[in-house]
């Protein structure tokens, strides 16, 4: 049984990122947990002289998130033909955003979190600081990010870029075997260097390494020269098949030259494609 957090803030973009959950996993027996979160912060914040009673502060403040989250649940049933592999609950919380993700991470033993992301014509600007650019970068658990225009569709084939500068622990890269496994996907390994070089000795056993763990899946390797990591990344998606980008969040640095870069015109492909960042475990 799996267990998948869906933070909500209710917009159509965050519901477009719960379709394509339970579409993605939908032969899997799953939990959902549909969680919005009142911020704490703006509760902290408020201009407002009253104060409630610390034993109905949670009633005053997660009050019209538990009535918009029953809608939701509604909604859920409405659009979707019954599963009975799945199963739906409502948490209301009011918080700072990521301590409310990290807590219910580790109370609900977490597996897969799934999150709306905006589209290209604001990127920089809504994910740099946004819940799902924080919760990528400081919660640590998969999660799997869905641009506001995506839209499931098996998935054909899964670039994974990486430097090979890291070895990866194999229970990090198990979230990514098994959707290659159900989704009978190809997986393209991309190495993008900024100038042309050969691999050092520590790349090349990393190589290995992943070589061997997706073995049993015939990876294709695939090197581009390139100054900006971004740009070459948008043209190998342009030219192929690519629907979902997977990175491991341990190599941040080269990670946000891919997410975070100034330009927001030139990583337009994020419009569509949905990106799996992995995690290691606490």
Not at 92 to 114: C, G, L, P, T
Not at 229 to 256: G, H, P, T
Request: aromatic content about 12%; proline content about 3%; hydrophobic content about 40%.
């Amino acid at each position: 049984m799996k267990n998948i957090l869906l933070p909500t803030d209710f917009s159509e973009n965050s519901w477009n990122a719960i379709k394509y959950a339970i579409n993605f996993f939908e032969k899997d027996a799953c939990n959902f947990y549909l969680l919005h979160v009142t911020r704490f912060d703006n509760f902290m914040n408020s201009e407002s002289p009253y104060v409630a009673p610390a034993e109905s502060i949670e009633e005053v403040y997660t009050k019209s998130a538990k009535l918009q989250l029953r809608k939701l649940l509604k909604r859920i049933s409405k659009a979707f033909s019954p599963n009975k592999k799945h199963k739906f609950y409502a948490l209301a919380d009011y918080n700072f955003f990521i301590e409310s993700v990290r807590k219910q991470v580790e109370e609900k033993k977490i597996d897969f979190i799934v999150m709306g992301t905006k589209g290209a014509s604001g990127f920089k600007k809504i994910i740099i600081g946004s819940n799902t650019g924080d919760v990528i970068t400081k919660v640590k658990c998969t999660t799997l990010a869905i641009p506001e225009q995506a839209k499931f569709v098996r998935l054909e084939e899964i670039a994974f870029p990486t430097d090979f500068s890291f070895s990866y622990d194999i229970q990090i890269l198990e979230p990514l075997s098994e959707i290659l496994e159900n989704q009978q996907s190809t997986l393209r390994m991309l190495h993008i260097s900024k100038k042309r070089a050969n691999l050092d000795g520590d790349q090349l056993k990393n190589k290995e390494l992943l070589e061997d763990y997706f073995n049993y899946f015939k990876p294709s390797f695939h090197y581009l020269t390139n100054k900006k990591v971004e740009d070459a990344i948008q043209c190998f998606v342009e030219s192929r098949n690519i629907n979902m980008i997977c990175m491991v969040a341990k190599n941040l640095n080269y990670f946000q030259q891919i997410l975070f870069h100034s330009k927001v015109e030139a990583i337009s492909y994020h419009t569509e494609i949905p990106f799996l960042v992995l995690h290691e475990k606490n």
